[in-house]
């Protein structure tokens, strides 16, 4: 069925590819190993090869890291070593003869969100993903932004303290170091008599949730930097809705609660009323999201 479009979205260590209808539903999916250190020609022969049977218009792929918005080269991809200036569109065009989007991995989850749960009713988006580590996505004004260089919504990597603790990116005191997997690890090594081992955001959720007060003070702690880095976006895009997404997305309450505390006690309150805040974390929005962002390219470059 060429109304149907294939969303890819490849981490580090897993793929996740989905067969995806217009409203952004999965109707089949598959996960395979990355395995990075093949190099990024052997990936996209293994995707042709799962992919001979299905039938499809287009081809959406989410990458964490940078990616040309002009001609879809990846540029900076620190999970991926290896994998920069690689062409994906051209290698997928040329096996699987469709038209191919590359984008990054953040961008399309927040597209995907966008364009399926919020039916694009609300004009203007903030989007942040919770992994490992903490990426994020703009919709302004019912478009994707990308920014002059592509890298347009880095939400992660805004200074929250100048002295904080060290981020993966090199620098101190990004969002990220508190608010990503290995952020929460540490706060949980720092506030827990026993943290589990490993502290992932998974098990430390579990213990909070059993009445541990050092776990429930890591998320106060992760959630309130996580408010506070979305407070500054709020004030300076005033959007209607915000959302979170992916694993630390799923400890709820645990975390939705100290962000909402930030927000209300700004000083400017319309707008912080105004924006829905909403944890996403019930389908694989980048796989979804990859998918509508190529179909919509297809549909666009009909015209
Ligand atoms: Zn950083």
Redesign the pocket.
């Known amino acids: 069925m060429r109304n149907l479009s294939v969303g890819i979205d490849a981490g580090g260590t897993l793929t996740k590819i989905g067969l995806v209808d217009g409203n952004g539903e999965i109707l089949r999916s598959l996960r395979i190993p990355t395995e990075p250190s093949r190099g990024p020609a052997h990936f996209a022969r293994r995707i042709t090869a799962l992919l001979k049977d299905w039938s499809f218009g287009s081809v959406g792929l989410g990458l964490a890291g940078g990616v040309d918005p002009a001609t879809g080269e990846l540029l900076f991809v620190p999970n991926l070593k290896g994998w920069g200036g690689f062409s994906f569109r051209k290698a997928f065009r040329r096996s699987l003869g469709v038209p191919v989007v590359v984008e990054n991995d953040a961008n399309a989850a927040v597209w995907g969100g966008y364009a399926a749960a919020l039916k694009r009713r609300p004009r203007t988006v903030v989007g942040v993903t919770l992994g490992t580590g903490v990426g994020g996505g703009l919709v302004i004004e019912g478009r994707l932004h990308r920014g002059a260089t592509g890298s347009a919504g880095e939400i992660?990597?805004q200074t929250l303290e100048l002295y904080g603790p060290r981020?993966?990116?090199?620098?101190r005191g990004?969002?990220?170091?508190y608010a990503g997997a290995y952020g929460i690890g540490r706060l949980a090594r720092e506030f827990m008599r026993r943290p589990p081992s490993p502290p992932t955001p998974e098990a430390v959720a579990a213990a909070a949730l059993d009445g541990d007060r050092g776990a429930r003070r890591v998320w106060d702690e992760a959630g309130s930097r996580l408010g506070q880095g979305l407070a500054n976006l709020v004030l300076v895009l005033n959007p209607d809705a915000v959302l979170l997404f992916g694993g630390v997305a799923r400890a709820g309450k645990l975390v939705l609660d100290p962000i909402r505390r930030v927000f209300a006690a700004q000083s400017f309150r319309r707008p912080f009323q105004k924006t829905s805040l909403l944890a996403l974390s019930n389908r694989d929005w980048g796989v979804v999201g990859a998918a509508l962002l190529s179909r919509e390219r297809r549909e666009t470059s009909k015209c």
Do not use: D, F, T, Y
């Open positions: 992660g990597h981020c993966h990116c090199g620098r990004c969002l990220e170091a």
